[in-house]
Every structure is written in structure tokens, then in C-alpha cells.
């Protein structure tokens, strides 16, 4: 499971760049599903297959809430903007 731990961020945060966050959801269902039919067949407890499907999804959605934060650094930040007070405004109708 060490090269599992950054693969689940990795992939996570991969996703986050264009994979809507319902679509992510369903994708991390169905692979824990796939990893407790897999735990169960190869035999494996039930204690041991619930662990680990929580700690991979735990991952993974850490990973995209990663991958968003990262891309809100990147882009959320507003920059200042230049406003002229309301006096300095010119308006094209004469009422005004």
C-alpha cells in the first residue's frame, strides 16, 4: 500500500483539472466496489477490505480537494481593481 498512498493524491488532484466533482464521486464508488470484490475474493477480512476502501477514498477526495485548492491559488485570487469615484465618471446624457 506505500505506492498507493501518493498514486490516490496524484490521481485525485489529476482529476480535479477537468472531471465535474459528481462524476469523480461515482468513479471513486465504483472503485471501491471493485476493491472489496476483489478483497473478497482473494479472501481477505472484512475489517481489512473496509479499511482500506475508506482510506483509498479518503485519498482520492483529499487529492481533488487538493487538486482545487491548488487551482484556486493559481486563478481564484481577485486582483485589485481601479475604481474611479463616482464624481470622475462621465456620462454620455446630459441629466446627469
Known sequence: MGWAVPACVVI???SAVRIPLLVFTVGVFV???LVAVFG???GRSTTDIALMAAS?????????????AIL?????????????????IQSKFRAD
Do not use: D, F, N
Not at 482520492?60 to 487538493?66: F, Q, S
Not at 484556486?72 to 470622475?88: A, D, S
Open 12 to 14: 485525485g488532484a489529476i
Open 31 to 33: 472503485a471501491i466496489a
Open 40 to 42: 473478497l475474493g482473494s
Open 56 to 68: 483509498m477514498a479518503t485519498l482520492l477526495e483529499g487529492g481533488y480537494l487538493a487538486g482545487h
Open 72 to 88: 484556486h491559488l493559481i486563478y481564484g485570487r481577485e486582483r485589485p481593481r481601479r475604481r474611479q469615484p463616482v464624481e470622475k
